[in-house]
């Protein structure tokens, strides 16, 4: 949901006038700015999405689109290479005095076409930035959170936050699928979310939850909605929701007008068309299977088992009904399915709402992802997650939430809703790899959006005492605004939720709150933190847990008496010589039968062992002399083996 002003909410449904911006900064970094004297009829359109037309996805992770005609009577655009330039779409409304611009995403020219007088240019958003291959180096065991900050890293991709729902969750193994993407990888971690991920109207890839909380948290009572007299005031004995017959619409039927305070919904009425199902569906259960690769139950030649079955497991949170299944996720791996079941269930059962398709008038405030109140023409209220959306300038614009209706879900009982890529797969587009570190992503960022960013209103506060409270906020008055950044005597901070929480900020004696530092170097005398890791993610040291995941070498000791970790060895040194070694390279086959045995090599000149006690534990494999092979060389093209046999005599083994 895009913030807007109260003046923007009053006219967004009256007599308006919505102005179109795009500007377009093309490969050898020229920038052209257009709007609706360059633009065709129609000339800017935005299909928004968060789920498969049709249905109600767990997941997913939509390339949306948008598409820019341009007028090019004149030949103004022709020499221009539009391929691959990017596209910083904007929206604004004429308020009283002013224009109130809404950013409405940034894409990138997948394909420019020329036709006789007109350019058009079919874009994508970031999101088709993650269609390249998984080729993360991030050390597993790891969480949601570092897989999801991994891939917008990888991928070039600014992130709005990593503090999503179930975002903590902690993936053991890194999926084996060679095939995977960044952009499947995003899918499946919004699928544990119980989510979905979007690129905002910033770039920013975040990951978000339908909130159905914001209808219980209203209060609809009141007013009866009022306008059959066109001399009155409007809504003059209320302006609720809920109330109201709407029986004469002589001076409009727009739900949302008055002075309706800010809320966490929108309010769509004035429907041109609308089709509505005739029941609510109503969420009762969610069903996780495992994704593994399985394995069937291995033994030996005598009957006695070696290695146990491995089956995936299904679970179910909730009752049979309406379930959503979820399935073909590598991230839920062995021994996991209930636990994903319940975290995803607890979320998603109870959800309520009724499928519907309708059309009418465009508030370009309105985003795929966002909640609603559509009110038909008979006053009929329904609160309903806007699942998908298209915007076009000069016309109606349509939004569904989408769901299978009862009858179509009896109609396909086994319907998986796994690994639905909800639009079709773009042609890949990955001409060039990242090249770019971290840091200077982020600053990139930070200058793109300190060059487009709009300015900001001020306010003072005086206290008692005289001094001043300085506010500066995004909407022309302070009630209105939710990006405010506070400063008092002792603190500086900013809010993105209009003051009720402060997200950053910085105090007198030098304490710094952020979400996210990012800098080139840190002097500190302490750190407090969780993990610890180098930039792709393949070192890490997990201080909550004490786990350490190295894939280089690691020292420890002086020159004089050292351990050198590296490649799977243990080595030690004296005075800079290697004295020894200890790997798990040992391999012994037993020429009887065959059977062969891996362990433990230790390699030295002296190998030095003074217990008290020494106790050697295992399994009798024969009785007697057992042979095995001992060594073997090879010169030239002739190859000596040589055997060796042990007796295995109370718990000591005897070789020669």
Known sequence: MINTSNEYRSLIFEERTLLHQAVITLENGTVLTVDDTHLAEGGIKIEDGVSSAGKLDIGSAVINKATVILNNFYDEFSDYDFLDAQVRIKIGLQLSETEEWLDKGIYVVDEPTFTDGQITLSCLDNMCKFEKAYDSKLAYPTTLAMIFRDACQNCGVDYYTTGFRNNSYIVQKKPEDTNLTYREMILYVSQLAAGFARCNNKGQLEIRSFDFSVFTEADYDGGTLNMKNESSSRYEDGDALEGGTFSDYSSGAAADGGNFERRGYHVIGNLSSASIATDDILITGVQI??????????????????????????????????????????????????????????????????????????????????????????????????????????????????????????????????????????????????????????????????????????????????????????????????????????????????????????????????????????????????????????????????????????????????????????????????????????????????????????????IYLQPNVLVVSGQEVATGAVTYLKDVTIDGNKVTKTYGTFRYIKGMIYTS
């Open 289 to 606: 299977t495992e994704e593994f690769p399985e394995k069937e139950e291995e033994k030996d030649e005598n009957g006695h088992v070696t290695a146990a079955a491995k089956k995936k497991q299904t679970s179910l949170f909730g009752k049979s009904g309406y379930v959503l299944e979820l399935s073909g996720n590598p991230l839920i791996q062995e021994n996991s399915a209930f636990e994903v079941a319940k975290m995803i269930g607890t979320y998603v059962v109870g959800m309520k709402f009724r499928p519907l398709t309708v059309q009418g008038l465009s508030d370009p405030a309105i985003e795929a992802g966002d909640m609603a109140m559509i009110v038909d023409r008979k006053a009929n209220a329904f609160p309903v997650p806007i699942s998908n959306l298209t915007y076009q300038s000069g016309n109606l614009e349509s939004f569904s939430a989408d769901a299978e209706t009862l009858i179509e879900r009896r109609a396909k009982r086994n319907t998986s809703l796994s690994k639905e890529i909800t639009r079709a797969i773009q042609e890949e587009q990955q001409k060039r790899e990242q090249d770019k570190m971290f840091y200077e992503k982020k600053l990139e960022y930070l200058s793109d959006t300190m060059a487009n960013a709009s300015g900001l209103y001020s306010t003072k506060e005086v206290q008692d005492d005289g001094s001043t409270i300085f506010y500066m906020h995004d909407k022309p008055t302070l009630s209105e605004s939710m990006i405010v950044w506070k400063m008092t005597r002792e603190a500086f901070a900013v809010s993105t939720d209009g003051g009720k929480s402060w997200n950053a900020g910085i105090t007198i004696n030098g304490e710094v709150i952020a979400s996210i530092l990012t800098a080139i170097g840190i002097n500190a005398e302490w750190i407090t933190t969780g993990i610890l890791q180098d930039k792709t993610g393949a070192n890490q040291w997990n201080l909550n847990s004490g786990s350490l995941t190295m894939t280089g070498r690691f020292k420890s000791g002086t020159a004089n008496n050292l351990i050198d970790v590296n490649n799977g060895r243990i080595y030690g040194y004296e005075a800079g010589e290697q004295i020894g070694y200890v790997d798990f390279s040992a391999r012994t086959t037993n020429q009887t039968t065959g059977e062969k045995h891996r362990g433990v090599k230790i390699y030295g000149d002296v």
